[in-house]
């Protein structure tokens, strides 16, 4: 989740960062290398406090990755592929591995690493159970090595960070204190950039950037963000939960699937609903270097309803279904509105689309328990590699977090 790991990267950091053109730069570790088939090793910083001036060290990597592969942590399906941490002494640690990992350093690189000592103090061992609510220390606690501190964390009000003067990097800009205020409506947000009440706001709604673009003192920074929005079908049950097709799921049938990807009249999505601020594409991969750049790829079925209307026809469903789609209301850029198009666009082959959008701290845990018969997700982030989406999107259900967000449980 791209704007929490954004804010929480701003307090704990990683063994390796990433630079502006997502190269991998030194981080808590100065240096890698592979030494052998199996076996890779980290030379670490040494010099590094957290922020309550305890030491970093090898210890705290160990502990850190350990902690991520637990079976309630989010990102496991990554720290599982690095292996087994070992410390060879306070500031190197190797990482052996079952078999051959060609992109290590790609699942390495997510991983934060927290305090030993703090985690164990304050009963924060394993990540916090987000699926069924639990709250832990390190919701609304932080202790990491990172540029900025946490202050006060008031979920739903305003976060606090004040700048860490005893940060092991040469600090960019001049920012002392950060004020995060979440405001849920599109219009008062960006009335409070305007009138100066804010200084920055995160993914303004397209409709108001051209506006925002002629509006004096204020600047625009755009560009393609590294992520894929898709709708994703459960494809395991053998009844649809929110349909009314009793005895079947009309999503196992490629055909239907087919027939609603025809529908999308994506030309019209991107210049109407996303006025221009969207890529459409083909591809399930959120960087074009992850596919190759490969226009075959890329490229999408047709606009066709006439074919659409055939597909469902040839399924058995010549009158189409009703279905629900559920959607999050406060996650993606306009993520409700591309639902209520969809949903628009499929009535005209016949499928009734019930659209129920949720904020994301309710949508995500309804997803993780697969309590949805169509869904939204989005994919992406700093990775580039096209494994980070094969195999905890796209893989069967297995352990360790292999497709664990293969919430329509799709097999192939």
């Not at 303004?204 to 004096?216: G, N």
């Not at 499928?351 to 129920?356: I, L, N, Q």
């Amino acid at each position: 989740e791209s704007f929490t790991n954004s804010v929480n990267q701003q307090v704990y950091e990683y063994l390796i960062h990433r630079d502006r053109q997502l190269n991998f730069v030194p981080g808590l570790a100065l240096s890698w290398e592979q030494v052998s088939p199996l076996k890779w090793r980290f030379k670490l910083r040494q010099g590094v406090k957290f922020h309550d001036g305890s030491t970093f060290n090898a210890d705290d990597v160990v502990f850190s990755i350990i902690r991520a592969q637990q079976p309630t942590s989010q990102i496991a399906v990554y720290a599982n592929a690095v292996g087994t941490p070992k410390k060879i002494d306070d500031y190197t640690v190797e990482f052996d591995l079952p078999k051959v990992n060609p992109i290590f350093l790609e699942h390495v690189q997510p991983l934060f690493i927290l305090d030993k000592e703090w985690s164990e103090k304050n009963k924060a061992t394993k990540p916090q159970d987000f699926k069924n609510k639990e709250e832990a220390y390190t919701a609304l606690n932080a202790n990491g090595t990172g540029p900025y501190i946490l202050v006060k964390r008031e979920p739903g009000i305003k976060t606090t960070w004040k700048r860490n003067p005893n940060h092991w990097a040469k600090a960019e800009g001049n920012v002392q204190e950060v004020v995060f205020t979440p405001i849920g409506n599109d219009a008062t947000r960006t009335a409070a950039l305007v009138s100066g009440e804010l200084d920055f706001i995160l993914d303004p709604p397209p409709r108001d950037v051209a506006r925002l673009r002629s509006t004096a003192g204020v600047k625009i920074i755009d560009g393609p963000e590294n992520r894929i929005v898709f709708i994703g079908m459960d494809q395991f049950r053998d009844e649809l939960l929110y349909s009314n097709v009793k005895g079947k799921n009309p999503f196992k049938d490629v055909r239907v699937r087919k027939a609603l990807y025809h529908a999308v009249d994506i030309e019209t999505m991107r210049t109407k609903l996303m006025n221009g601020q969207s890529f459409p594409t083909g591809g399930n991969t959120p960087s074009p270097k992850a596919a190759f750049n490969d226009p075959q790829i890329e490229s999408r079925f047709p606009f066709d309803l006439a074919q659409a209307r055939k597909l469902l026809a040839d399924a058995g469903y010549p009158n189409g279904f009703e279905t629900q789609l559920d959607c999050p209301n406060n996650r993606y850029i306009n993520d409700e509105e591309i639902c209520i198009a969809l949903a628009g666009m499929w009535e005209k082959i016949g499928v009734k689309v019930k659209v129920v959008a949720i904020p994301r701290v309710t949508y995500f845990p309804k997803l993780e328990k697969f309590d949805t018969s169509m869904y939204m997700l989005g994919w992406g982030g700093a990775v580039t590699d096209a494994e980070t989406t094969l195999t905890p999107v796209m893989r069967n259900l297995g352990q360790g977090g292999i497709g664990s967000y293969n919430y329509g449980r799709s097999t192939n």
